[in-house]
């Protein structure tokens, strides 16, 4: 079976939103992490989908999952104190239904341009080495900086890449890596890619998309509304087209 677990424990003081959580703001008439939900609703591997979600926002979310009736969310828990622990909740949620050899695909909830085609490649990869991790290539060089102002250190932009989600697993594998976390005091590592890392654990990488961004910033949320602005233009020059006008 394929489970999702879809973190969106956060409250988005990068997007200066301070009256809503980012994972809720509308973009071309729908909430942003309805629109992460549908992408994963809507593929034929998918079994189940667990949010983990601010808790005072538990019974908005489901509100919201009926409104535009989103299938396969089996259920929504509390969020933790940062990503890790959202991400935690909702894998011991996965767990009570599933079996080890299961893939759970890790996503923040704030991904709404993720396609089919990443979501099958990482089942696939995930199903092959255990591990899958979306990354693309970075294209800007890299500096390396302690102090943010000074630096003496280029790192080599060919061997450097972006991390992405989704991130898939087999979940004996990342119930392990949570394990290992509590034991050894590691409350919050950056991804679940990066934790395995931290753990000794070398993991598997593939070709992500450039598009699947991540809506952090006021820049990334302008980004997304042009790509969905420039979508209902051209369905309306299609339209315009069809009939002549």
Request: some cysteine; overall charge neutral; aromatic content about 8%.
């Amino acid at each position: 079976m394929v489970h999702v677990v879809i973190f969106a424990g956060g409250v988005g003081a990068r997007m200066k939103s301070l009256d809503i959580p980012k994972q809720f703001i509308n973009v071309d008439g729908k909430p942003i992490i309805i629109r992460t939900l549908e992408n994963f609703s809507t593929h034929p591997r998918v079994d189940n989908i667990v949010i983990s979600c601010l808790k005072d926002k538990i019974d908005y979310m489901w509100d919201l999952i009926a409104e535009y009736k989103v299938q396969k969310v089996t259920s929504i828990v509390p969020g933790g104190e940062n990503g890790h622990g959202s991400i935690h909740n909702g894998l011991v949620e996965v767990q009570r239904f599933s079996s080890p050899k299961d893939i759970v695909l890790i996503c923040d909830g704030v991904r709404p341009l993720v396609s089919h085609q990443l979501i099958s490649d990482c089942i696939r990869e995930a199903e092959k080495y255990s591990t899958a991790v979306p990354v693309t290539p970075s294209i800007d060089s890299v500096l390396q900086s302690e102090d943010g102002k000074t630096c003496n250190l280029s790192l080599p932009r060919q061997n450097m890449f972006i991390t992405q989600a989704p991130q898939g697993y087999t979940m004996e594998k990342i119930m392990w890596a949570h394990d290992e976390a509590l034991k050894r005091g590691i409350m919050n590592p950056v991804s679940s890619g990066e934790l395995l890392i931290e753990l000794g654990e070398t993991i598997h990488i593939f070709k992500g998309e450039r598009d699947n961004i991540k809506v952090t910033t006021p820049e990334d949320l302008k980004f997304l509304r042009s790509r969905y602005y420039y979508r209902s233009f051209k369905n309306f020059a299609k339209e315009e087209l069809k009939y002549g006008l």
